[in-house]
C-alpha cells in the first residue's frame, strides 16, 4: 500500500526503476510507481496515481559530495486533479577523517483537488507546503559507528507542529527547530 504497511484497497500497483552509476564519482537513479491507491469506496473514487522519482549523487572530490532528490505526482480524482511535488538539495564535506559537516534543504507542495462536489483528502500533510533546513556535524570514528549533532528548522503554510505550551493533541505551531543528538551504530 500507498504510505501504508496494510494495503487498503486490495489493487495491485507497478513499479520500475532505472540506475546509472560511475563507481566513485556519479550515480542517478529514475523510478515510476503507479497504481490505484485511495481506499475502496473513497469519495476521490478509484483514480490511477503516478509518481516519478529522481535521485543524483555526486562525488565532486575525495571530500566533497552533493545530491539532489525531486519528485512529482498526480492522480484524476472525482473532484479533479490532484498532484504534488518536492525537491531536496544536500552537500556534505569531509573536512578531516571522521568528522563532516552537512547541510540539507527540501520543501514539499501539495495541490488538493477541489471540485463543485467537495475536495480530495490530502495525500501527505494537512498543508499546502511543507519545508526545512538541516545542518549536521558527523563524527565517525569507526566504518560502523555514527555521532551526530543535528539542527533542524521546519516551516509549513498551515500549523502542523507543537508547542510546549499548549496541549500535546494539538499542533498549533507553523514553525519548529529541533537539535538532535544521536548515535548510530549498524552491523
Given at each position: 500500500g500507498w504510505?501504508?504497511?496494510?494495503?487498503n484497497n486490495g489493487d495491485k500497483s507497478i513499479a520500475w526503476s532505472l540506475l546509472y552509476v560511475v563507481p566513485d564519482?556519479?550515480?542517478l537513479q529514475l523510478m515510476y510507481f503507479g497504481g490505484v491507491e485511495r481506499a475502496r469506496g473513497a469519495p476521490e473514487g478509484p483514480g490511477w496515481r503516478h509518481l516519478v522519482d529522481a535521485w543524483a549523487t555526486?562525488?565532486?572530490t575525495p571530500q566533497l559530495a552533493f545530491s539532489a532528490h525531486a519528485d512529482a505526482g498526480f492522480e484524476v480524482t472525482r473532484f479533479?486533479?490532484?498532484?504534488?511535488?518536492?525537491?531536496?538539495?544536500?552537500?556534505?564535506?569531509?573536512?578531516?577523517e571522521p568528522f563532516y559537516v552537512a547541510a540539507r534543504g527540501d520543501v514539499f507542495r501539495e495541490a488538493v483537488a477541489r471540485g463543485a462536489n467537495g475536495a480530495s483528502s490530502p495525500l501527505?500533510?494537512?498543508?499546502d507546503w511543507v519545508a526545512s533546513a538541516t545542518g549536521t556535524l558527523e563524527l565517525r570514528p569507526h566504518d560502523n559507528v555514527s555521532f551526530r549533532?543535528?539542527?533542524?528548522?521546519?516551516?509549513?503554510e498551515a500549523p502542523l507542529y507543537y508547542r510546549f505550551d499548549t496541549p500535546a493533541d494539538a499542533a498549533t505551531a507553523r514553525r519548529q527547530t529541533t537539535i538532535l543528538l544521536g548515535a548510530v551504530a549498524w552491523l
Open positions: 504510505n501504508s504497511v496494510i494495503d564519482a556519479f550515480s555526486w562525488q565532486a479533479g486533479h490532484h498532484g504534488w511535488g518536492a525537491g531536496a538539495l544536500y552537500g556534505r564535506v569531509r573536512v578531516f501527505f500533510f494537512p498543508a549533532f543535528e539542527v533542524r528548522h521546519d516551516a509549513a
